[in-house]
């Protein structure tokens, strides 16, 4: 039998047996005991096993192989894991399905369950009930009341401020925060995510409100699908409207202000660099959460996700800097290491494949995904905000483990990944 008929023989074996087992257990056995109203400060003995055994394991899971370098010394986050965006394949985690209080990264969940629902140029006009309920210190983007704006300035409010008055805002659209929160936890539920409970839509800290890293990087993976999403995750700067002024004339004006990625792996800050082939995603701090983040990057056609929660250091800009020697770990080590764990896709993957040809909205390219290469040399464009992009990813071969089916070969495309190439 020639070679690849036998690879493929055995996997469908190993995969045979690994959905028999999981055959018997219930979704309960899978997703992680109900989480305390106060975080602990050693990870529960017994996590969630979806995406592998092993990532229910507490502790770091790795499987160094011939040549691959030992993991960084210094890091102290609570959770952490770093995954092939595109294979699905988790090339290390530590408490991976620990659920944790996730702060402003559930707005990664937020946004790929609600950005496909308008236009970028629908029209809102801001009433006082859609900015009710704001949590007190909560990170706002500037909204007024009795101002309209389109459903591309509150996208960049959520993405580039983490502006919880924004999300109120959509919420609203969206008929109301219970609702808003009633989808971000059935789309949690398609994507797999099962250590995820939302209860406010921003990321506000409440109690019952939980995460993982495992998570996390699912929202960011299925967010990255998007068109709108990618765009908005990676632009560093750009303009947001301020409040209508009238001059003694009685003529009326409307004049805007520049808003600034918190992201610092993308914009940058006084202890930490621009990351080279940084491309997103989100960030968060509460005070239940501490500092989260979640990244994507890309180098020499390699495309990373890193999650990082909670690092124990309490140094400026520490999740950050954890996160950058963790990526600068995941491109050294790709190909050195034995996969741990993967990524799995949402329930539906069984019904469907995402098709090469679907709009970019969706997160198809409108071209053939098989071939693709990613345009590593191309030059910079001008983005939103002046920060220069370029297209940049292959399709990814995926195997998904999802809905109780195996599926062999199934593209998982990031097209279009809109990459950081220079400071603006």
């Not at 047996?17 to 999981?22: K, N, R, V, Y």
Request: proline share 7%.
């Amino acid at each position: 039998m020639p070679a690849p008929k036998k690879a493929l023989r055995r996997s469908l074996t190993v995969t045979s047996a690994a959905l028999t087992a999981l055959a018997l257990l219930s979704p309960a056995a899978l997703a992680a005991p109900s989480p305390s109203t106060s975080p602990s400060a050693t990870p529960p003995a017994s996590m969630s096993i979806v995406g592998g055994a092993r990532l229910g394991k507490p502790g770091t899971q790795v499987d160094l192989a011939g040549g691959a370098p030992v993991l960084p010394k210094d890091l102290t986050a609570r959770s952490w894991i770093v995954a092939d965006a595109e294979s699905g394949d988790v090339l290390a985690a530590h408490n991976a399905h620990w659920r944790l209080a996730p702060a402003s990264t559930l707005k990664m969940l937020f946004a790929d369950t609600l950005l496909p629902k308008w236009p970028k140029t629908t029209k809102h006009k801001v009433v006082p009930s859609d900015l009710a309920g704001i949590g007190s210190g909560s990170s706002m983007v500037g909204i007024k009341e009795g101002e309209t704006y389109t459903v591309h300035d509150l996208w960049l409010g959520v993405f580039l401020r983490s502006g919880n008055d924004a999300v109120h805002v959509l919420s609203a659209m969206n008929d109301g925060v219970e609702k808003t929160v009633e989808d971000m936890n059935a789309h949690a539920e398609e994507l797999q995510a099962l250590d995820t409970t939302a209860v406010s839509p921003d990321g506000y800290d409440m109690p019952g409100q939980v995460s993982s890293a495992y998570d996390l990087t699912l929202f960011a993976r299925s967010g990255l699908q998007k068109k709108d999403f990618r765009e908005y995750a990676s632009t560093v700067r750009a303009k947001f409207p301020g409040e209508t002024t009238k001059n003694k004339k009685g003529k009326t004006s409307r004049e805007s202000f520049e808003i600034q990625n918190t992201n610092r792996l993308l914009a940058g800050d006084s202890d930490v660099e621009v990351y080279p082939g940084i491309a997103g995603v989100k960030n968060g701090n509460t005070t239940n959460a501490g500092s989260t983040f979640t990244g994507v990057a890309e180098r020499d056609g390699r495309v990373l996700l890193v999650t990082v929660m909670n690092p124990a250091k309490d140094e400026h800009n520490e999740v950050y800097k954890e996160t950058a020697r963790l990526f600068d770990w995941g491109f050294q080590a790709a190909g050195k290491v034995r996969p741990v764990g993967e990524l799995v896709g949402p329930r539906s993957a069984t019904a469907a494949s995402p098709s090469a040809e679907a709009s970019g909205e969706a997160g198809g390219t409108g071209k053939g995904a098989a071939g693709t290469k990613p345009v590593a040399g191309a030059p910079a464009g001008n983005g939103a905000g002046g920060a220069g992009v370029a297209a940049g990813i292959a399709a990814g071969v995926l195997v998904l483990l999802a809905g109780g089916g195996f599926l062999i070969n199934r593209k998982w495309p990031l097209p279009d990944l809109v990459r950081r190439r220079t400071r603006p």
